[in-house]
């Protein structure tokens, strides 16, 4: 069953709530990237577009619910996860760190990001309940998850790479 299967069109936020949304979900990740890492992140920019697949290998999916339902995404591709999960343990060396160390790491780095962005999202009114992450490696696992709609994204760049937020908010029943 598609997560959002009764949902209509009326009911989606206009693009310009959609962008308020995001932008919540984006300062919540730039706090939280600084706090865990140390990391500066500058936004390069702020798109909406539809997804069939991605092209990155990492996507952290967490889906929301309640009176609002949808997604928020952490698109980013292995190298940039590997040397963020290396400075969110001490600056491990990367070459020490199994495949399994980075999914953790990067599940909880967007667990956290998220949570942030939901509590700020309830202060506005607007309350929902989030998913444990889901993370995917390859692109046919992406293509399952990411088929919903249009999302609106914000790209980061920092000094271990490119990561994407993506977020898709609706109001359900």
Request: aromatic share 8%; hydrophobic share 40%; glycine share 6%.
């Amino acid at each position: 069953m598609d997560k959002f299967e009764g949902v209509t069109q009326s009911q989606n936020f206009d693009k310009e709530d959609q962008f308020s949304i995001l932008n919540l979900f984006s300062v919540a990740t730039e706090k939280v990237l600084k706090q865990m890492t140390g990391i500066d992140a500058e936004i390069n920019n702020f798109q909406r577009r539809h997804i069939s697949c991605l092209s990155k290998d990492v996507i952290v999916e967490i889906n929301v619910s309640g009176r609002w339902v949808g997604s928020c995404i952490f698109v980013l591709d292995s190298n940039t996860a590997f040397k963020l999960t290396s400075k969110m343990m001490g600056n491990m060396s990367v070459d020490d760190l199994e495949a399994e160390d980075m999914s953790s790491a990067i599940s909880e780095f967007a667990n956290i990001s998220v949570g942030h962005a939901l509590i700020e999202l309830e202060r506005q009114g607007i309350v929902a309940e989030m998913s444990p992450p889901i993370i995917k490696h390859n692109t046919d696992e992406q293509c399952q998850i990411v088929n919903c709609g249009e999302f609106s994204f914000c790209s980061f760049s920092t000094d271990v790479g490119e990561i994407e937020v993506g977020s898709f908010l609706v109001e359900g029943d």
